[in-house]
């Protein structure tokens, strides 16, 4: 059974810090794409962060500069630093494990429940 399990989530200030965690259990996430989304009320849900199993990484416009993930292998987690947090990146958070399925790249996704994260000015 794969489970994907996010914590760090809370209240934060706006300006303010923040790191969320995804446990992974069931499938290595070596050689695997991961990635952070988030979905506010009434928005569909939206790319965060992605960090490719080669390092590449891809963020959405509006965390561009303020937004780090990373990965250790070893641990099986990821994580989303959160810096310079605004009001607007208030959501709930999923953690995503894009499973390589086959040799020709295909994908399957992997989601955690979510976390809550609340900015507050």
């Known amino acids: 059974q794969v489970q994907l399990v996010e914590s760090g989530g809370g209240l934060v200030r706006d300006g303010g810090s923040l790191t969320l965690s995804c446990a992974v259990s069931?499938?290595?996430?070596?050689?695997?794409?991961v990635g952070w989304y988030r979905q506010a009320p009434g928005k569909q849900r939206e790319l965060v962060a992605g960090?490719?199993?080669?390092?590449?990484?891809s963020y959405g416009d509006s965390v561009k500069g303020r937004f780090a993930i990373s990965r250790d292998n070893a641990k099986n987690s990821v994580y989303l630093q959160m810096n310079n947090v605004k009001p607007e990146d208030t959501a709930v958070y999923y953690c995503?494990?894009?499973?390589?399925?086959?040799?020709?790249?295909?994908?399957?996704?992997?989601w955690g429940q979510g976390t809550q994260v609340t900015v507050f000015k």
């Open positions: 960090l490719s199993s080669g390092g590449s990484t």
């Open positions: 995503n494990l894009k499973w390589v399925v086959n040799v020709e790249g295909a994908t399957y996704d992997y």
């Open positions: 069931g499938r290595r996430i070596s050689g695997n794409g």
